[in-house]
T-cell receptor, first 114, second 112 residues
Framework: AQSVTQLGSHVSVSEGALVLLRCNYSSSVPPYLFWYVQYPNQGLQLLLKYTSAATLVKGINGFEAEFKKSETSFHLTKPSAHMSDAAEYFC????????????FGTGTKLQVIP | DAGVIQSPRHEVTEMGQEVTLRCKPISGHNSLFWYRQTMMRGLELLIYFNNNVPIDDSGMPEDRFSAKMPNASFSTLKIQPSEPRDSAVYFCASNEQGQPQHFGDGTRLSIL
């Protein structure tokens, strides 16, 4: 079984401040982990992925995430928020490799305050 | 490259009517997925196909829902008869072996 839990359905940060979106996973086998972003009226777009290589993963738009097995976490960060980062972010997991049976978290809406 | 194309983008219809959602996956992708997104339940996988064959339909909510993939470039998700609780955004996604899924922009379905 696999699952992800995203802490905080809404997060607000000031423009230029650190962005931290939390995700904890559960998986009975080594997981693949993903962060997706969804802008209004659009589909999900892949930000970054972890597939058992480097534990610190860099993605698009300046985001990165660190895989911490001991904490079963895969938090998403960005040093300095931009207005264009306002969107909904989804953490996702798939177990045993592969990209087919992906389980998504409930999402975190990021608000960026000017 | 064209992404995953879904149509229509918006659909409003009365309960009891048949609804057909359409999806064109990215050329060369051999897997196709249908998801439903609601505020209450988040993003749920309904069914996925590999090489046009349904592999897992355990997420299809009930017999009113059916999906087909007659060829590698087209899939449909049909709801008959539709009910107000089917109102949601339906996403189609596709991928090739060993790569992440690419999503379409969704169909926003409202059943009155």
């Amino acid at each position: 079984a696999q699952s992800v839990t995203q802490l905080g359905s809404h997060v607000s940060v000031s423009e230029g401040a650190l962005v931290l979106l939390r995700c904890n996973y559960s998986s009975s086998v080594p997981p693949y982990l993903f962060w997706y972003v969804q802008y209004p009226n659009q589909g999900l777009q892949l930000l970054l992925k972890y597939t058992s290589a480097a534990t610190l993963v860099k993605g698009i738009n300046g985001f990165e995430a660190e895989f911490k097995k001991s904490e079963t976490s895969f938090h998403l960060t960005k040093p300095s928020a931009h207005m264009s980062d306002a969107a909904e972010y989804f953490c996702a997991v798939t177990s045993g490799g592969g990209y087919q049976k992906v389980t998504f978290g409930t999402g975190t809406k990021l608000q960026v305050i000017p | 490259d064209a992404g995953v194309i879904q149509s229509p983008r918006h659909e409003v219809t009365e309960m009891g009517q048949e609804v057909t959602l359409r999806c064109k996956p990215i050329s060369g992708h051999n897997s196709l997925f249908w998801y439903r997104q609601t505020m209450m339940r988040g993003l749920e996988l309904l069914i996925y196909f590999n090489n046009n064959v349904p592999i897992d339909d355990s997420g299809m909510p009930e017999d009113r829902f059916s999906a087909k993939m007659p060829n590698a470039s087209f899939s449909t998700l049909k709801i008959q008869p539709s009910e107000p609780r089917d109102s949601a955004v339906y996403f189609c996604a596709s991928n090739e072996q060993g790569q992440p899924q690419h999503f379409g922009d969704g169909t926003r379905l409202s059943i009155l």
